[in-house]
């Protein structure tokens, strides 16, 4: 009795990962960049499950595969996320506090900080 013979050929998947001219990763057919599903997760601590009720517009299939190419390319979105955040971090520096926060911190209804809350002020 002969073995059967079986043949194996890949099976294309309908959610796709696409990298626009800038080499960002988007999640195909969404408004939706990769990074955005992967802070989710590392942010929250979201599941797929929950990042979907969160984000009713992506598919569970959506969010794996952004979870899927997350982690075939962790090193360099992982060091994408990082640029941004410093980016952001620079940005608020020059910007400097709003005349709002100002006007707040002169109220005395606004404290700096970690520390205010540590001397029972309002904060």
């Not at 955040?85 to 608020?92: A, H, W």
Request: glycine share 6%.
């Amino acid at each position: 009795m002969s073995m059967p013979t079986t043949t194996i050929r890949p099976v294309p998947l309908e959610t796709r990962i696409l990298l626009d001219h800038r080499g960002v990763a988007w999640v195909e057919g969404t408004n939706t960049k990769v990074k955005e599903i992967v802070l989710d997760k590392i942010a929250y601590g979201w599941s797929p499950e929950e990042i979907h009720f969160q984000h009713p517009h992506l598919s569970l299939a959506h969010i794996h595969a952004a979870l899927a190419y997350y982690h075939e390319h962790k090193e360099e979105l992982d060091a994408e996320i990082e640029r941004d955040y410093q980016e952001y971090l620079e940005l608020r520096r020059q910007a400097g506090e709003s005349p709002m926060a100002k006007r707040l911190r002169q109220a005395g209804l606004l404290c700096q900080g970690y520390a205010c809350m540590m001397d029972g002020e309002r904060g």
